[in-house]
């Protein structure tokens, strides 16, 4: 029996979970560029020769390589041999997301913890700095807004505030859904910086990684959320996509449907495969089922 054409490679898991106690995970996390050239690998939703993925990074190949080769040290990329149509190797993500176990009482992970904040921080600022001195110059289409200020506030008036942030966060949490993943194959690179002030950046940044810390006692249920948050939904695309597969529509079927390319479709049906842990067509109806789906 040939082997089924939309089965993916191995299972991409919701999060990988790591040790930063260990001295090869906190050198790669304390790696702002590394992190983000794993972002940009997730980000692909497919296995991606390195060439590929530096091109994507904009960055020098050997950089990128080395990245590579860290993170497939400590269990974030795994490596695909070459197939008979394509001879070059190729890496995908093992994992949706870094999780990091945080033990408190550990001065060194302590450091390292305040170390990730700092550099975000410090990013935030040079972010805002340079996209407001562009505004003020009128360089970008798209005008900028910032309020800067302290308040005095009482206890209802600072619920109102925060409760005004709530559709923000969902804007951006919308948002970052729509572009987790490119169908085209190539990610996008982040060309506006949000912390609580949008404006366009000058320079387009990598995205940084997805990557949460947990303390010890918690890391098994913030791990538990993951999972199950990984295989609650899908997107309305890839939904669109199942629901004809499950009818017995063919590829090139469900593509003139939809009115998009094959390819994109493949794309599609290895992302949705990927979510349910599933490797077989005759596996979809009953995993759609049971997950409420279809």
Not at 81 to 104: C, K, Q, W, Y
Request: net charge positive; aromatic share 4%.
């Amino acid at each position: 029996m040939p082997p089924d054409p939309y089965a993916p490679g191995p299972m991409i898991a919701p999060c990988v979970r790591l040790d930063p106690s260990r001295d090869d995970v906190a050198a790669f996390v304390s790696d702002d560029l590394a992190l983000s050239v794993w972002e940009m690998l997730r980000r692909f939703g497919r296995s991606a020769p390195v060439a590929e993925l530096a091109g994507a990074c904009a960055l020098p190949l050997g950089r990128v390589q080395a990245v590579v080769d860290h993170a497939m040290a400590i269990g974030l990329v795994r490596r695909l041999p070459a197939s008979r149509g394509d001879s070059r190797v190729r890496f995908e993500v093992t994992g949706d997301r870094i999780l990091l176990e945080v033990d408190p009482a550990s001065a060194p992970v302590r450091a390292l913890l305040g170390s990730c904040f700092r550099r975000f921080a410090d990013e935030s600022r040079r972010c805002i700095d340079e996209s407001m001195a562009d505004a003020s110059r009128g360089r970008h289409g798209v005008p900028a807004l910032a309020s800067i200020t302290h308040l005095t506030l009482d206890e209802a008036e600072a619920r109102e505030l925060i409760g005004l942030f709530k559709p923000i966060d969902a804007f951006v949490a919308r948002v970052s859904e729509k572009h987790d993943r490119d169908p085209s194959g190539t990610p996008k690179r982040c060309n506006y910086h949000v912390a609580l002030h949008v404006a366009p950046v000058s320079i387009e940044r990598l995205p940084p990684a997805r990557m949460t810390f947990a303390e010890k006692g918690a890391i098994d249920r913030v791990e538990a959320e993951f999972r199950s948050r990984a295989t609650r939904v899908l997107s309305p695309r890839e939904r669109a996509v199942a629901e004809l597969l499950v009818r017995g529509k063919t590829i090139k079927a469900v593509a003139t449907e939809l009115r998009v390319s094959p390819s994109t479709v493949n794309t599609l049906c290895e992302r949705l495969y990927r979510k349910l842990g599933i490797t077989k067509r005759a596996q979809l109806a009953v995993k759609l089922h049971a997950l409420g789906e279809g």
